[in-house]
C-alpha cells in the first residue's frame, strides 16, 4: 500500500539522499512546527493579557473546567520491558498540537528503501525530437500598434495616426508589418515591411520576441512604431515564457478624421438663452457690487494690513480694485491697485508661449474668470497673487446676493489689529527764545513750519479792543502818577500797552509795550498762563516783565463785552462786578475827574459838565469819527443804510446814537444831543448823510 502510494519523484528522492540527511530533515521539520506552535500559543497569550486583565497577583483566576495538572507518562512498559511513549498530551491532559516521532520511528523513515522492496521503477520512454520550424509551425505573435506620420503643405492637418499589425513568426523569428486596407484613404496601404529579420541595432542583433511587450516603442528601419496592445494568445504565450506584460496603451484618433466625422453629425441647435449681452447692458448698467477687502502682507518684510474696495461691476463682469487712503499714512494718492477689468483666477495657467508682453489674454488663453458667486464676506480671493480677505460689503451687494444667491448671513469680519503703542515724547524744556509755539515747532517736525492761527477767531473778533486804565505801581518817585492804556487784542489775544503824553513831564509817552502775550508770574515756561481780560479786575495789580501795573478803569465796551460774552472767560464775574461798581460810584460822585449830582429823588442821574466839557468831547467824537471814515469808509456808508429805513438819506436821533455804539463810541444823551447841533443845518431834528460826511470832512 505504502509501495504503491508513492510517485516515481518521490522514490528517486529518498534514493538520493542519506539516512543521516533523511533523519536530520525529518528533526528539523518537527522541530520547526514545534517552534512555531510555541510562538503561537505566547503570541496568543500576550494577546489576551493585553486585551483582559493585567498579568498581576489578584488579576488571576483559575480555570474551572481543568481538573489535571499531572505531567503525563513518557515511560510504557511491553512484555515486561520498559519503552519509552509518545506524549500526545500536555500538563493537565490538554491536546499537544503537534504530533512527536519517537526514535524508533524516526530510524524506520531513515532506514526506508522502497526500492528494496519493490524494485526499480521503470524509466519513461525518451520524448521524439520535435523541430522548431515543425513545433512553431503556423504560431505567430500578433501586435496591435501604430505611427504618426507628418503632413505636409495642408491647412487641415498637421499628421496623421496610421495605425498597424506587427507580425512575429516564432518559426524563423521574422516580422513583418501591415497596414489595414482603408477604403477610399487615398494612401497606399497594405504590407509595409515584409517578412523578414529585422535589425535592432548595427551590432547585428535582431528584434526576438523577448524585446516585444504593450505601450513601448520599437524603431524598424528609422520608423518608430508604438505597440499598443496585443491579442489573447500572444498575451498568454508570452505570460507563459516569464515575460511580464505591460497594461494596454491608448491608441490617439486620427485628428483628420474626427474632424471630418464631427462634421457629418447631424447638426443640433440649442435655443440660445434670452440673457444676451444686450440685455445684461440694459438691466445691469449702473450696478456695481462692492466688497471691503484687506490685503494682508503682514508676513513679508515691512509688509502691512491695507485696507481695499473691491468693486464688480455687472454689466461686463469686470474687477476694480481701488486704495482707501487715510490721513497721515504716507502713501501716494494713486486711485486704483487695479484697473478696471475682468480678473482671472490663475492668470500664470496659460502656455508659456504665449507673448503676454505684446498681447493681452482672452478667453481663448483662460476659461475661468471671477464671477459674483466666486466673492462673499469671509471669503479669500487672489488678484495676480495678492490675498485679499473680504470683510464686509455694502447693502446694494447684500440685496442682490439674497436675491440672487438666496445668502442670508452678512456678518461682518473682524480685521482690525490691535492699535500700536507709540513711545511717549517728551518734549525739552523751553528755552526762553522766541514763543512757546514757535519754538515748540522744531520738535513737532523736520522743517519747522509757522504755528497755526485761529483765522476764524480773528474774523470775528477784527477791530475789537478792550481797554484798560493803569497806573504804575512803582517805588520810584518820579514813576508816580503815570498813566497808561492796556489794550487787549481779542482776536490774538495779545496786549500793548500806551502811555498818553504828557507835557513838561520829562517823560517821552508813547509805546510801552509792543503787542505780545504776557505770561502770568509762577507759571510753567513749559504750559504757560497768560493774561486775559479776566484778571483785570478794578484796583488789582498785574506784574508785566516785572513792572506793576494797577487797573483803575476800563471802557464801557469793556462792560458790555464781558457781559455778552461771560461764558468765554470764566471767572469774569469779579472783573463786572467791579466795574458796576466803579459806574456806580461814578455816577454817586465819587470820581476825581467828574461831578455828579443828582436831579431827583429815586430819578436817572445826569451829569454836570465844566464849561467847555462838551465842545471837547464833541471835537474827540468828530476826530474818532474822521479816523473811522478815513481808515474804512465803507463801512460808515453801510451803517447809514442800515439805520436809514425809508431810504430818505436822513437818521434821528436814537439811530445816531447806535450809529455811534457800532463805531465802539457808547456816548452819553448829551453829546448825542450836542453832536445833533452840530450836524443838523436845516434843524429839522435828522441829520442828513452829506452834512455828516461834510462835518467828518479830514480838510477842516
Not at 280 to 289: G, M, S, T
Not at 373 to 389: A, E, H, M
Not at 431 to 458: A, H, T, V, Y
Request: aromatic letters at 12%; charged letters at 25%; one cysteine or more.
Amino acid at each position: 500500500m505504502i509501495g504503491s502510494s508513492c510517485r516515481l519523484g518521490d522514490v528517486d528522492w529518498i534514493n538520493a539522499v542519506t539516512k543521516t540527511t533523511k533523519r536530520r530533515y525529518l528533526i528539523s521539520t518537527l522541530t520547526n512546527l514545534e517552534n512555531g506552535c510555541r510562538f503561537f500559543r505566547n503570541f496568543q497569550r500576550k494577546i489576551v493579557e493585553k486585551m483582559a486583565l493585567p498579568f498581576l497577583p489578584g488579576y488571576t483566576f483559575n480555570d474551572p473546567t481543568k481538573q489535571k495538572y499531572h505531567r503525563s507518562q513518557t515511560l510504557d512498559y511491553k512484555n515486561g520491558y520498559a519503552l519509552p511513549s509518545n506524549t500526545y498530551t500536555t500538563i493537565g491532559g490538554t491536546p499537544h498540537p503537534v504530533n512527536r516521532l519517537s526514535e524508533a520511528e524516526l530510524d524506520e523513515l531513515s532506514n526506508f528503501q522502497p526500492t528494496l522492496t519493490y524494485g526499480q521503477a521503470k524509466q519513461a520512454p525518451p520524448e521524439d525530437f520535435i523541430p522548431a520550424h515543425v513545433s512553431f509551425d503556423k504560431k505567430v505573435l500578433r501586435f496591435r500598434a501604430y505611427f504618426q506620420q507628418t503632413v505636409h503643405e495642408s491647412p487641415a492637418e498637421y499628421y496623421r495616426v496610421r495605425p498597424v499589425d506587427i507580425f512575429y513568426y516564432l518559426e524563423d523569428d521574422s516580422i513583418s508589418v501591415v497596414e489595414p486596407h482603408v477604403e477610399n484613404s487615398g494612401m497606399p496601404q497594405g504590407k509595409l515591411i515584409k517578412r523578414q529579420r529585422l535589425p535592432k541595432d548595427g551590432q547585428g542583433n535582431h528584434w526576438h520576441w523577448k524585446d516585444l511587450n504593450r505601450d513601448i516603442n520599437v524603431t524598424f528601419y528609422g520608423k518608430t512604431f508604438h505597440i499598443v496592445d496585443c491579442d489573447a494568445w500572444t498575451a498568454e504565450y508570452l505570460a507563459s515564457e516569464g515575460i511580464v506584460l505591460n497594461c494596454p496603451g491608448s491608441q490617439p484618433g486620427d485628428p483628420y478624421n474626427q474632424a471630418r466625422q464631427d462634421n457629418n453629425k447631424p447638426h443640433v441647435f440649442k435655443t440660445s438663452s434670452d440673457f444676451d449681452k444686450l440685455k445684461q447692458f440694459i438691466e445691469l448698467d449702473r450696478k456695481v457690487l462692492r466688497f471691503y477687502c484687506v490685503w494682508d502682507d503682514r508676513e513679508s518684510m515691512f509688509g502691512e494690513m491695507r485696507p481695499y474696495q473691491l468693486q464688480y461691476y455687472l454689466v461686463d463682469d469686470t474687477v476694480e480694485v481701488r486704495e482707501v487712503h487715510e490721513p497721515n499714512d504716507g502713501r501716494d494718492p494713486f486711485p486704483l491697485l487695479l484697473k478696471r477689468q475682468k480678473l482671472p483666477k490663475n492668470r500664470y495657467g496659460i502656455n508659456s508661449s504665449f507673448p503676454s508682453c505684446v498681447l493681452e489674454i482672452s478667453d481663448n488663453e483662460i476659461k475661468d474668470w471671477y464671477t459674483p458667486k466666486d466673492f462673499g464676506i469671509g471669503k479669500t480671493i487672489y488678484v495676480y497673487n495678492r490675498r485679499f480677505l473680504i470683510y464686509n460689503c455694502d447693502d446694494f451687494t447684500k440685496s442682490f446676493y439674497y436675491h440672487n444667491f438666496a445668502v442670508t448671513d452678512f456678518t461682518a469680519v473682524e480685521v482690525k489689529s490691535p492699535a500700536k503703542e507709540f513711545p511717549y515724547r517728551d518734549l525739552p524744556p523751553y528755552n526762553g527764545l522766541g514763543s512757546l509755539e514757535d519754538s515748540m515747532q522744531s520738535c513737532l517736525s523736520l522743517i519747522p513750519q509757522p504755528p497755526k492761527k485761529d483765522f476764524i477767531k480773528m474774523l470775528e473778533n477784527d477791530h475789537k479792543i478792550l481797554r484798560f486804565a493803569a497806573i504804575l505801581d512803582s517805588v520810584h518817585s518820579e514813576d508816580q502818577g503815570r498813566r497808561f492804556i492796556i489794550s487787549y487784542r481779542l482776536a490774538d489775544d495779545m496786549i500793548t500797552i500806551y502811555e498818553p503824553p504828557v507835557r513838561n513831564a520829562g517823560i517821552i509817552g508813547g509805546k510801552f509795550l509792543e503787542r505780545t502775550r504776557v505770561q502770568k508770574p509762577g507759571s510753567d515756561q513749559n504750559s504757560p498762563v497768560f493774561y486775559g481780560p479776566q484778571d483785570m479786575t478794578v484796583g488789582s495789580c498785574i506784574l508785566i516783565f516785572k513792572h506793576k501795573f494797577k487797573i483803575i478803569d476800563a471802557d464801557d465796551f469793556v462792560l458790555s463785552y464781558l457781559r455778552e460774552h461771560r461764558s468765554a472767560f470764566p471767572g469774569s464775574d469779579d472783573v463786572i462786578n467791579s466795574l458796576e461798581t466803579l459806574k456806580a460810584n461814578k455816577v454817586l460822585g465819587a470820581s476825581e475827574p467828574l461831578q455828579f449830582r443828582e436831579t431827583a429823588k429815586y430819578g436817572p442821574p445826569t451829569i454836570a459838565r465844566s464849561p467847555g466839557d462838551v465842545q471837547r468831547l464833541v471835537g474827540e467824537i468828530r476826530e474818532q469819527l474822521m479816523r473811522d471814515n478815513y481808515i474804512n469808509h465803507g463801512s460808515l456808508r453801510d451803517a447809514f443804510l442800515h439805520y436809514d429805513k425809508d431810504r430818505s438819506g436822513k437818521i434821528n436821533r436814537t439811530e445816531l446814537k447806535h450809529l455811534c455804539r457800532r463805531c465802539n463810541l457808547p456816548i452819553d444823551d448829551d453829546l448825542i444831543d450836542a453832536l445833533l447841533d452840530t450836524c443838523d443845518k436845516d434843524m429839522d431834528g435828522k441829520i442828513d448823510y452829506f452834512e455828516f460826511i461834510n462835518y467828518l470832512n479830514w480838510q477842516r
